[in-house]
């Protein structure tokens, strides 16, 4: 039986990952050090006998004694908040980690996926984004322990094909969401939701004339799978190009969830791009894939998930003021 390698297993994509590959028949070997992910997501799939867990930080080397047919490298904090908090967590994962990874490869034959992201186009100043837009990134601004800690994910990766000859996949990751995001994890969609179920107010940042395009989750692994799967090297971006301003997308979570919430004016963070959406034609092409979920669509499965998490978090939070 064929077994793959995932590290971030226990977080959002990475848990998603996981259950895909044992529906295909793989054994899975799940490493999270569960710094942003959570043993929950994947609880479930430890049942199955086909799926282990090992707590580590991949920074550091890991030995694995198993024949292993792919490593699929998905560790990193990933949400801007997250890697703020942990700026030198996200620069090792991103360098020793990958390299760790790229190593454990190496030694088993296994095919290397690299999660990269829409990030290492930083600001951009062509849009969409093709794969050949090498992307606008300050180097030493707050963005930059992620943006450049994937840039330099990437070219180990491309390295590690051209010097050792190891089979590589680079997937550039757009905004994802769906089940599994953490409620706390400051990205927009979930913010969004959770506030709006609270009847709290939305918390814009800037005046919200931003973009972001945003994939549901399924679409995403979808993608991610497939690519694995292809005979492509370069790095393809993966994402849903439907466009929306952040107030587009507020106005539509309110709608959906029929919330009276309110709309809060914050400060933009700095760095924060000023659009974003992915040129999908290599996608399109080479793994015959596109997005097919549409937000709408993707919001109305995510956000019964949220509606349980937040009552039983406000029932916990009313049990322990009792
Ligand atoms: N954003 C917002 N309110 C929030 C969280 C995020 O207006 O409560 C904005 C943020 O400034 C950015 C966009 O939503 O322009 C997407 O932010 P996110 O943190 O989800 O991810 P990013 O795409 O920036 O990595």
């Given at each position: 039986?064929?077994?793959?390698?995932?590290?971030?297993?226990?977080?959002?994509?990475?848990?998603?990952?996981?259950?895909?590959?044992?529906?295909?028949?793989?054994?899975?070997?799940?490493?999270?050090?569960?710094?942003?992910?959570?043993?929950?997501?994947?609880?479930?799939?430890?049942?199955?006998?086909?799926?282990?867990?090992?707590?580590?930080?991949?920074?550091?080397?890991?030995?694995?004694?198993?024949?292993?047919?792919?490593?699929?490298?998905?560790?990193?904090?990933?949400?801007?908040?997250?890697?703020?908090?942990?700026?030198?967590?996200?620069?090792?994962?991103?360098?020793?980690?990958?390299?760790?990874?790229?190593?454990?490869?190496?030694?088993?034959?296994?095919?290397?996926?690299?999660?990269?992201?829409?990030?290492?186009?930083?600001?951009?100043?062509?849009?969409?984004?093709?794969?050949?837009?090498?992307?606008?990134?300050?180097?030493?601004?707050?963005?930059?322990?992620?943006?450049?800690?994937?840039?330099?994910?990437?070219?180990?990766?491309?390295?590690?094909?051209?010097?050792?000859?190891?089979?590589?996949?680079?997937?550039?990751?757009?905004?994802?969401?769906?089940?599994?995001?953490?409620?706390?994890?400051?990205?927009?969609?979930?913010?969004?939701?959770?506030?709006?179920?609270?009847?709290?107010?939305?918390?814009?940042?800037?005046?919200?004339?931003?973009?972001?395009?945003?994939?549901?989750?399924?679409?995403?692994?979808?993608?991610?799978?497939?690519?694995?799967?292809?005979?492509r090297t370069e790095p393809t971006n993966i994402g849903n190009p439907d466009e929306y301003t952040i107030v587009e997308l507020a106005d539509l979570i309110i709608e959906e969830i029929g919330s009276d919430s309110e709309i809060e004016s914050l400060p933009l963070p700095e760095g924060d791009p000023?659009?974003?959406?992915?040129?999908?034609?290599?996608?399109?092409?080479?793994?015959?894939?596109?997005?097919?979920?549409?937000?709408?669509?993707?919001?109305?499965?995510?956000?019964?998930?949220?509606?349980?998490?937040?009552?039983?978090?406000?029932?916990?939070?009313?049990?322990?003021?009792?």
């Open positions: 039986m064929k077994r793959v390698l995932i590290t971030g297993a226990a977080g959002f994509l990475g848990s998603h990952l996981a259950d895909r590959f044992l529906l295909e028949g793989y054994n899975v070997i799940a490493v999270d050090n569960l710094i942003t992910g959570s043993s929950e997501n994947i609880s479930n799939l430890q049942e199955d006998g086909r799926l282990s867990f090992i707590n580590h930080d991949i920074s550091k080397p890991l030995y694995i004694e198993e024949e292993l047919d792919g490593v699929l490298h998905f560790a990193s904090p990933a949400s801007p908040v997250d890697y703020l908090d942990l700026p030198i967590q996200t620069l090792k994962v991103g360098s020793l980690g990958t390299h760790n990874m790229l190593g454990l490869s190496l030694a088993k034959s296994a095919r290397f996926l690299l999660a990269s992201t829409s990030e290492v186009y930083g600001d951009p100043e062509v849009h969409p984004q093709p794969e050949g837009y090498c992307g606008q990134v300050d180097p030493v601004g707050l963005r930059g322990v992620y943006d450049e800690a994937k840039r330099f994910a990437e070219a180990m990766t491309m390295a590690y094909h051209r010097y050792h000859g190891l089979e590589t996949r680079i997937v550039r990751i757009f905004n994802t969401y769906g089940p599994r995001m953490r409620p706390e994890d400051g990205r927009v969609v979930s913010n969004f939701i959770v506030q709006a179920l609270r009847g709290e107010p939305l918390t814009i940042y800037g005046d919200g004339s931003q973009t972001r395009s945003f994939c549901y989750v399924d679409d995403e692994i979808e993608g991610i799978f497939r690519l694995f799967n292809s005979n000023n659009v974003r959406q992915p040129d999908i034609s290599v996608a399109m092409e080479v793994l015959d894939w596109e997005a097919i979920t549409p937000l709408r669509d993707g919001l109305k499965k995510t956000i019964p998930y949220f509606k349980n998490l937040v009552e039983s978090m406000d029932a916990r939070a009313r049990t322990l003021a009792d």
